[in-house]
Structure formats: C-alpha cells, structure tokens
C-alpha cells in the first residue's frame, strides 16, 4: 500500500495536467474527448473549478460560476501557471448525464447520478454500483488516451498548442 | 438528477471462492461489546438489508454476481457532561461515607473508570452501517463511506476475515494496473508543463 501512495505522490502533477486539460477540452470541440480507439466522451466543466500554484495551498483559487468557459478568473489563474486540483463535471454516458466532483488524484468526491430506471431497492442497488462504474470506467479511459499523448511528443505538442490558444482569446471568441 | 453518491472504491487483491467469501463474512460479523473489559466499540459485518442482524444467508449475500453485506461500527459513548454529574454524586458520597475531606487523584480516577463502566452498560450504542458492494469476478468493491477512519477500519477488517487487500481506485492504481514496465517508466520520468507559459 505504501508502493501505491508513493507511486501516487509521484503523478500528483500528472493528476492535476489532466484536470486542467479535461476543463479546457470540455470547452473546445463541442466538450468531447475523443479517444484512440475512435470512442468519444462528452465532458464539460461546470459550476465549480478549484485551482492551485506552485506554492500550494496559499496559492489556491476557487471559482464558482455558472458558466465556467466565461470565467475569466478561472482563465488568468490557468494563464499564471496554476492548474486545476478539483471540479465538478458532467459527463454524458450512453445517453445519461452524470455530474461527477472529481480531484487530482483521480478519486471521486461525489457522483449525483440519473434517475434510476429500476424501482425494486435491492435491483437500484445493483443500479446504482453499476452506474458508478460507467463513471469510473470514462475517466480511466480519458485518463489513459491523456497518458498516451502526454508521453507522444508530438501529440503533446500539439495539445499544449490547442490549450495555450484557448488560454489566450478572448470570452467572444471562445463563444 | 438527484442520487447523489458517496463513496470510496476498490480494487481487490485475489478473487475468492463463494464459500470463502461467505465464511469469512459470517467469521467477520460484528460481535458484542466488551464493556467489561473497558471496550466501548465494536465493528463487523452486518446485513445489507437489515444491519441489525448477523443471520446471514447465501440468498441475502449474493445476488446477480454481487456480494452485498454492510460494514458496521458499533459505539457506546457517555457524554461528558453526563459522566461528570454521576462522578460528582458517587465522590460525594464515598467522602460522606469515609468523612475523609478529599480524595487521591488515583482515586477518583478509578472512580471515574467505574462510573463510566456502570452509565455504559445502560446506554444504547450509535450504530452506523456502511453499504459494501463487491462485484467479485471484476475485482470491484464499493465502500459507500468516505470517512478515513471507516475506510481504514474496513480495509484492515476485509483483510483479517476475507484475506483480501484493497486499494482504492485513483491514479496510481490505474497506473500499476493499466500499464507496463516501460510505459510505467516513461511516466515516472514525465517533467511538470506550465499551460500558461505553453512549456
């Protein structure tokens, strides 16, 4: 166990570059990531986003907003060089959206899920869990294909590219 | 939308067998306090439909590939406040009684000891059942708690009875499990960029 949380200090950076990265994806290219394998999952930052610099917590920024792609506190923090530790997004899965407060370690704080379609409490049960996993299973998955490109030089080249250039229009372009 | 969840998930270390999945349960149960022996808590496993009772059956454990069961924490607290009135009464009687003025800090300690034994014995306890959802074949357990404490009273409580070790679902898991040796590598030698900067 103590393999796993050195392993897990060791890719805290890498934990908060893909939340950074989820939260400018999920405003360019109509809030989808589409993976290697051709699958595609729609994910948009929403209401709440908690940013940190280098000198950690006292160097942290929580924005609130209903529009988040408008916010511009969220923007200049991310332009100072901070990156995101936590925030809630919607994830669209088969259909269904599910909104999900995620941190840099990747462990979810809270899923509000869709309505269940099952009525018997034991079967919601077995809902419930397997709703759960659909959530996990997008974000290893996102987690994963972000794995691939950052190690790419070239992809990676291009997706800092992609986020410096959202980072720096404007609200009205963004729009 | 509503349902909103907490909880913590596992990756579990080895599949057991149904058998052993359903003795190490019933082995697990939660048991009765001590108080006795000074204990004021306890903890086990329970029901998933009904925490108060230990009577497991296989029906009520598996179901459409599942393991369900709960974890509970048994505890007997007597307020502070509450402790401190009896302990009052009981030291004020004991001087009347002996007509000494005061009595020895080692005393009144032992008093103490035993005024909160006898309140503990008549309290009831603060139960608290936690859902626990184990997709055994996948190797996915669902702990339905965030608490740290709980979670490490489990994880140590799942390893005693079942012989199984869990580790949380997060990044690091995802790594160890997804990648290889050299992909693993590459990752550990990954340096920070700055998205501001564009570096």
């Known amino acids: 166990m103590s393999d796993l949380l050195d392993l897990l200090r060791r890719l805290e950076f890498l934990g908060e570059e893909f939340l950074t990265y989820l939260y400018v994806h999920s405003f360019l290219d109509d809030g989808g990531i589409t ?11 929403e209401r709440m986003v908690a940013l940190q ?8 920024t929580v924005v609130r907003s209903e529009e988040l792609s408008e916010s511009e506190e969220a923007r200049i923090a991310l332009k100072i060089g901070k990156k995101v530790t936590s925030g809630q997004f919607l994830f669209a899965i088969q259909g269904e959206d599910y909104k999900v407060v995620l941190d840099k370690d990747l462990c979810i704080r809270s899923i509000a ?6 009525f018997d409490p034991f079967e919601q049960e077995v ?5 759960i ?9 996102l987690f994963l294909d972000f794995l691939e490109k950052r190690m790419d030089q070239s992809r990676w080249s291009k997706e800092m590219d992609d986020i410096t250039a959202w980072l720096r229009s404007g609200v009205e372009e963004r729009r | 939308m509503g349902n909103r969840v907490t909880f913590v998930t596992y990756r579990v270390s080895q ?4 058998d052993e999945i359903f003795e190490g349960i019933v082995r697990g ?3 009765k306090v001590d108080l006795a022996l000074g204990k004021d808590r306890t903890c086990g496993f329970a029901r998933f439909q009904n925490p108060l009772s230990t009577d497991f059956s296989k029906e009520d454990v598996f179901f459409q590939g599942l393991v369900f069961v709960s974890f509970r924490i048994d505890k007997y607290v007597v307020p502070a406040s509450t402790l401190r009135l009896y302990l009052k009464e009981r030291v004020e009687s004991i001087l009347k009684e002996s007509g000494r003025q005061r009595l020895r800090k080692e005393e009144k300690e032992e008093i103490a000891d035993e005024v909160r034994k006898s309140l503990l014995s008549k309290a009831l306890p603060a139960i608290n059942a936690y859902k626990v959802i184990w997709a055994v074949e996948k190797r996915v357990l669902r702990l339905f708690c965030t608490s740290r404490a709980v979670r490490d009273e489990f994880e140590a409580w799942m390893h005693e009875f079942l012989g199984v070790t ?3 679902f997060n990044m690091a898991t995802i790594v160890r499990d997804s990648l290889g040796q050299s992909a693993m590598q590459k990752v550990l030698h990954l340096l920070p960029v700055n998205f501001g900067s564009g570096q």
């Not at chain 1, 993976?35 to 930052?45: F, H, M, T, Y």
């Not at chain 2, 599949?15 to 149904?18: A, V």
């Open chain 1, 133 to 141: 996993g659909l959530v996990e299973d997008a974000i290893e998955s």
């Open chain 1, 53 to 60: 610099g280098a000198q950690g917590k006292s160097d942290s």
């Open chain 1, 127 to 131: 809902e419930v869990f397997e709703k």
């Open chain 1, 113 to 118: 899920l869709p309505a269940l379609e099952t």
């Open chain 1, 35 to 45: 993976l290697g394998d051709g699958r595609k999952i729609e994910v948009v930052a």
């Open chain 2, 166 to 168: 869990l580790s949380p």
């Open chain 2, 29 to 31: 149960k939660i048991g």
């Open chain 2, 15 to 18: 599949i057991p067998s149904e």
